[in-house]
């Protein structure tokens, strides 16, 4: 319920859809009144008055104030935050840096996060609140992205790289994106396992839909035991929630959508039990994910049961989580869902993104995942 008498701070600047870059950040929000990349039902007054909304204009702001990553003035502006921002360049491409200065006060070495998306200044707003989190310390992220799969091999020599110029604790090596780089981070796992700890998925469908998961893949993350959260929004354009249902206001969906991301709920079911498969956890039938509509309220909004499911409330929204099982007990699938959050990050999809990746190590040795907590 909404309260009618609560007078909301004036906001501005939510990006102008004639201007804005289509991904440009505050650009997913202005773009909501053309009811493009959104679902229906997206409550764009609701986004505009939350602590969510701030943040994302605060980080869309950096697009306006700067367009190259060599500016002095970004530099500046990370430095104020404690980090240190470098641009590097390798065989011709360009990766930035951002690493907290205290790492070198002490001998500590810390965990490292490759986030894929282009070296750019928009990538900086749209991974801001990861930033955010090295500038505390917990870790240094590295940013870099081609839009070839086979080009992102050159991640190797960036690691490899920067591990001569950080500290980086090398049993903790973690990978996120959001979209389509999110699939790049996992096609990056699927080829180099043996020295990632987890992934997070951003932004993508829960399921293995055929479109962007071949059989092949299925089976090489099957014989994979790789920790990976992947987190959403209910409002994304393809109303990907609940999973055991037709998506929401179906003619809203655009036909050439409809044939690579699953929409109606045989083919969505079909592809969380390819997901269910290629994480080694128990199968479901069809009748076990649709009987999730009785379960709980994570449950009934996921739409597939759950081994642990919560259901939290965040910052006027509610957030959906479920952590299943593979065949041995460990809970290393995790799926969250983000009311009323569209095709864009945000910090609690981020912050959950940090909460999860940061509780595993590999053993390189070994090639096993190591919990460092439950």
């Not at 240094?140 to 091999?153: G, H, K, Q, Y």
């Not at 090398?170 to 080829?191: I, N, P, Q, W």
């Not at 081994?307 to 799926?335: A, M, P």
């Not at 590999?362 to 907590?373: G, H, T």
Request: glycine residues 4%; negative net charge.
């Amino acid at each position: 319920m909404k309260n009618k008498y609560y007078t909301y701070p004036e906001i501005t600047n939510w990006g102008d859809p004639t201007v804005d870059a289509p991904d440009f950040r505050s650009g997913v929000v202005s773009l909501a009144k053309e009811q493009k990349w959104v679902a229906p039902f997206y409550d764009l007054e609701a986004m505009m008055h939350t602590a969510t909304g701030k943040e994302m204009m605060i980080a869309a702001e950096l697009e306006k104030k700067y367009t190259d990553i060599n500016d002095p003035g970004l530099k500046e502006f990370w430095d104020g935050f404690g980090l240190e921002y470098t641009v590097h360049e390798t065989k011709g491409e360009n990766w930035l840096s951002f690493v907290p200065k205290c790492v070198y006060e002490s001998e500590e070495k810390l965990p490292v996060v490759l986030a894929f998306r282009s070296a750019c200044v928009f990538a900086q707003s749209f991974y801001y609140d990861l930033e955010m989190i090295a500038a505390q310390g917990q870790m240094i992220l590295l940013v870099f992205s081609t839009e070839d799969r086979d080009a992102n091999e050159l991640w190797l020599d960036i690691l490899e790289e920067a591990k001569t110029i950080y500290p980086i604790d090398k049993t903790r090596v973690y990978l996120t994106g959001h979209s389509h780089y999110g699939d790049f981070a996992l096609e990056f796992m699927r080829r180099h396992h043996e020295i990632i700890a987890a992934v997070a998925q951003q932004g993508d469908i829960p399921g293995c839909a055929p479109h962007f998961f071949s059989d092949e893949d299925i089976e090489k993350m099957r014989a994979i035991d790789m920790p990976i959260i992947a987190v959403s929004g209910t409002a994304e354009m393809s109303m990907m929630f609940p999973m055991n249902v037709d998506a929401q206001c179906l003619d809203a969906v655009p036909d050439r959508m409809k044939h690579a991301i699953p929409v109606y709920a045989d083919d969505r079911i079909s592809a969380w039990q390819r997901r269910l498969y290629a994480a080694n956890c128990p199968m479901k039938t069809k009748e076990e994910i649709l009987d999730a509509k009785n379960g709980t309220r994570a449950e009934q909004n996921l739409g597939f049961p759950c081994d642990h499911s919560e259901t939290l409330w965040v910052d006027g929204q509610e957030v959906y989580i479920g952590d299943l099982k593979d065949v041995n007990g460990n809970e290393h699938l995790r799926v969250v869902a983000i009311e009323n959050l569209t095709h864009t990050t945000c910090e609690f999809m981020h912050t959950i993104s940090w909460s999860y990746l940061r509780r595993f190590a590999r053993d390189l040795e070994q090639d096993k995942v190591i919990e460092l907590y439950r």
